[in-house]
């Protein structure tokens, strides 16, 4: 074998090799069971009350169950400082871990036995309480993800992450519309609850993550509020910390409020099961892993602030895709090329948008700051979703509700841009990605 032949053999190894670390499939397995509880109270939901005869508003508002997962910030820090008994030897993340894995199981299997024709106030609760256990359940897994990643991995285990995100959520999704098809919602929803698993083997597999050993004292008052206020006392006191929030809040307004109608907008074209099955999640399971890809590709040729950038403006227009289906009907081809732009758009900027927002974490919080990241990365829009999203449609037609989402989508890009030209961007890192800025110094110099 020649010198040429071995080099080019080494190449694809190097290129394949961040993949196949045991960090990145572990972040892998993270996200399979990060991203069923989204799909169970998302659109998988946003069908069942459609199907049963629930109308918009009453469908739109249940988006509020997703608030909860805004809300996780404030008790964030149990997860990184209060010792379980008894399963605490396990260790703390481990212990955690198993913990709100059999809360997201017991939440789920609730939510698959009520009905909703019969009883929308119990519907309510149960689909807060998956929205509790899945946001419960999402603190230690990001935890456990950016404290199991090394610096360099952050960009390719954000996309394993995703990856398994987009495969929980999607064969959630499709396992739930499939059974309940032949055998009801009840047993759609059983059948997924177990989706959990792979997180919690991950665990009990790798052991407490190694970039950060949590230490569990005995605390009295003033070492308790210590314990919440210093996770956000650290990260306001850096330069930039209020814009770097206010982008965090922002950038993301648009995206949310359409995705979370999009299941509303296939019901009144008159879209099948199997057809929402075989091009929503189908199709745009395929294209979100392609996009994925294309998203860690893009953060390790153009790195953070230029792949982030593209990423705001390719998910801001996607929007236009689900404007034109509107208006085209009931299109097999309209709706594969909509969710087909869409779902590479959203795989590209889950990659780099959340490479990002690990990278803001100081090791020594990590619970608790990326569960601020988070939660402040789609209050807004679901919050607007929840509340106005219904009754736009009504007021406005589908189509110039998609476009107004696509207006939405620009101060994020506006104030990421300016953060970018000013050095806030780097300035605002955390210890979590170190050694970013100075990777992005390198090859911009």
């Not at 019969?118 to 998956?130: G, M, N, R, W, Y």
């Not at 758009?345 to 927002?357: D, N």
Request: charge should be neutral.
């Amino acid at each position: 074998m020649d010198a040429q032949s071995i080099e080019q053999r080494r190449g694809v190894w190097d290129a394949v090799k961040p993949y196949v670390e045991k960090e990145s499939l572990a972040a892998f397995a993270l996200g399979l069971s990060s991203g069923f509880p989204y799909a169970m109270i998302g659109a998988t939901l946003t069908t069942r009350l459609a199907q049963d005869g629930i109308d918009k508003k009453t469908v739109t508002a249940f988006t509020l169950a997703f608030l909860v997962y805004n809300l996780k910030v404030f008790w964030a820090w149990i997860i990184d400082g209060v010792r379980l008994p008894v399963l605490g030897s396990m260790g703390q993340r481990v212990s955690w871990m198993m913990v709100c894995g059999l809360f997201v199981i017991a939440a789920v299997l609730n939510l698959a036995f009520v009905d909703p024709a019969a009883d929308i106030s119990a519907t309510v609760i149960a689909a807060i309480l998956v929205g509790v256990a899945g946001a419960s359940f999402d603190i230690v897994i990001d935890a456990y993800r950016i404290e199991t990643l090394k610096p360099y991995q952050l960009g390719t285990g954000s996309g394993m992450s995703q990856y398994g995100w987009r495969i929980g959520s999607a064969g959630a999704g499709a396992l739930a519309l499939v059974v309940s098809a032949r055998h009801g919602w009840s047993a759609g929803y059983a059948a997924c609850a177990f989706f959990a698993l792979p997180a919690m083997l991950t665990a009990m597999v790798l052991g407490e993550p190694m970039r950060r050993k949590v230490v569990v004292e005995k605390r009295g008052v003033v070492e308790v509020w210590n314990s919440i206020a210093g996770p956000f006392a650290e990260f306001f006191r850096r330069n930039g910390a209020v814009l770097v929030l206010t982008f965090i809040l922002v950038h993301k307004i648009g995206d949310t409020l359409a995705n979370l109608t999009f299941r509303l907008l296939f019901d009144d074209l008159k879209f099948s099961n199997d057809e929402i099955a075989l091009y929503d999640v189908g199709l745009g399971f395929w294209a979100y892993l392609i996009g994925v890809f294309i998203g860690g590709v893009a953060f390790a040729k153009m790195g953070l602030k230029r792949s982030v950038l593209i990423s705001l403006i390719l998910m801001g227009a996607s929007n236009l895709s689900f404007a034109a289906l509107a208006a085209a009907g009931h299109s097999n081809w309209g709706m594969a090329g909509a969710i087909g732009f869409e779902n590479i758009a959203s795989g590209y900027g889950g990659v780099v948008v959340i490479a990002y927002f690990s990278a803001l974490c100081d090791l020594r919080y990590t619970a608790a700051q990326y569960a601020l990241i988070s939660a402040a990365a789609s209050v807004v829009g679901r919050l607007l979703t929840g509340t106005t999203a219904g009754a736009l449609i009504e007021a406005m037609g589908y189509v110039n509700f998609y476009l107004l989402t696509t207006v939405a989508s620009l101060p994020g890009i506006v104030l990421f841009w300016w953060m970018c030209r000013t050095g806030l961007v780097d300035q605002a890192m955390g210890t979590a990605g170190e050694d970013r800025a100075e990777l992005e110094a390198d090859q911009s110099s």
